[in-house]
């Protein structure tokens, strides 16, 4: 398959690109810095400055996954404008390139874009599935102006799923980079009250999802991309403890937290309990459904 993936540089695109090449692909990279991204990425990934540059290559298939980072800076309106407008920048050349595909009769088969668990807002402790409304906030307008973006590649042909993700765990970057070093200090403890659930999924079964609704025809619109098994945050805290063999006793007081960070320690104080509903109805099968199982396979425990 000729697979286009933005945002191929970043925590989750690397792993796709690695994976996409071993079972054959013909894999091509946008990003901001293509001689850097060749240097991460290796010889065999065409890098280009932005999908339209790859009209020629004709990419069968798209992965949308590239944008400012949500969790490097403090969410200052300048640094809110950043994070919608980078995603909508992408977005939209990546729904341009299919409408140049498709006056040629070759208009990609599937765009997987991305989303996350921040599109419901603040659920309490309620089961989210797909069909849950969400609540109004900042994370919300984010993902779904990023969702509305993609679903114009609709008007070419191009079958879209948005996959809602939740936090992303692996071993070399991403949560638990920022994560487990006050645990492993013996730092670590619960975010204000530590009931807030944190959805999470294995960055190993987040890039199987995205293979699967790559070829799974039947699968459009909004895909919860979150393991089973969501914790909440103490839940996750203790978990941290028992695999880094580590007490968890501190805990960070949500006021503190909000004085620190202002609107963004929302990331952290409230959260979703979402659920991968229509991912388990179409029958997909992850190989780590508890974080238990992901955290002994991440420290190796
Ligand atoms: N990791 C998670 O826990 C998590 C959870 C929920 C949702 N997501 C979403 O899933 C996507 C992939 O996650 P990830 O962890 O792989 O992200 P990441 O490591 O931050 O990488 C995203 C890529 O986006 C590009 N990028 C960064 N800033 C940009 C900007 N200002 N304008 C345009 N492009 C920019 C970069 O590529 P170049 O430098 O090569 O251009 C970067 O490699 C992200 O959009 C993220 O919001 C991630």
């Not at 989750?12 to 810095?33: N, T, Y």
């Not at 699967?212 to 459009?220: E, H, T």
């Not at 979703?272 to 229509?278: F, L, Q, S, T």
Request: glycine share 10%; proline share 5%; aromatic share 6%.
């Amino acid at each position: 398959m000729r697979l286009l993936i933005t945002g191929g540089t970043g925590f989750v695109g690397r792993r796709l690109v690695e994976r996409a090449i071993a079972d054959g692909h013909q894999v091509m990279v946008v990003s901001r810095d293509p001689v850097a991204a060749r240097e991460t990425l290796g010889s065999e990934v065409t890098v280009r400055d932005s999908a339209g540059a790859f009209v020629d290559d004709k990419p069968e298939a798209i992965v949308n996954l590239a944008g400012e980072p949500i969790a490097d800076r403090r969410w200052s309106d300048s640094q809110k404008t950043r994070l919608l407008e980078s995603r909508r920048h992408a977005t939209r050349e990546v729904v341009a390139l299919c409408e140049q595909l498709a006056a040629q009769n070759a208009a990609p088969g599937v765009l997987v874009s991305g989303s996350a668990m921040g599109y419901y807002g603040d659920q309490g402790d309620r089961e989210v599935t797909e069909q849950t409304p969400p609540h109004d906030e900042f994370a919300h307008r984010l993902c779904e102006m990023w969702e509305h973006e993609a679903h114009q590649a609709e008007a070419f042909g191009t079958r879209v799923a948005c996959i809602r993700i939740g936090l992303v765990l692996d071993a070399g970057g991403g949560t638990l980079a920022k994560m487990a070093p006050p645990f492993k200090l013996g730092l670590g403890g619960k975010i204000g009250d530590g009931r807030q659930y944190m959805p999470w999924i294995h960055r190993e079964d987040l890039v199987r999802i995205i293979e699967f609704l790559l070829v799974r025809d039947d699968l459009a619109g909004a895909i919860n991309a979150s393991a089973p098994n969501p914790v909440t945050n103490a839940g996750f805290t203790r978990a941290m403890g028992r695999h880094l063999h580590r007490p968890t006793l501190f805990f960070i007081p949500g006021p503190l937290l909000k004085a620190a960070l202002g609107e963004m320690s929302r990331l952290l104080l409230t959260g979703a309990c979402m659920r991968p509903r229509r991912l388990e109805n179409a029958g997909f099968e992850f190989r780590y459904p508890t974080l238990d199982d992901a955290l002994a396979a991440i420290f190796g425990d």
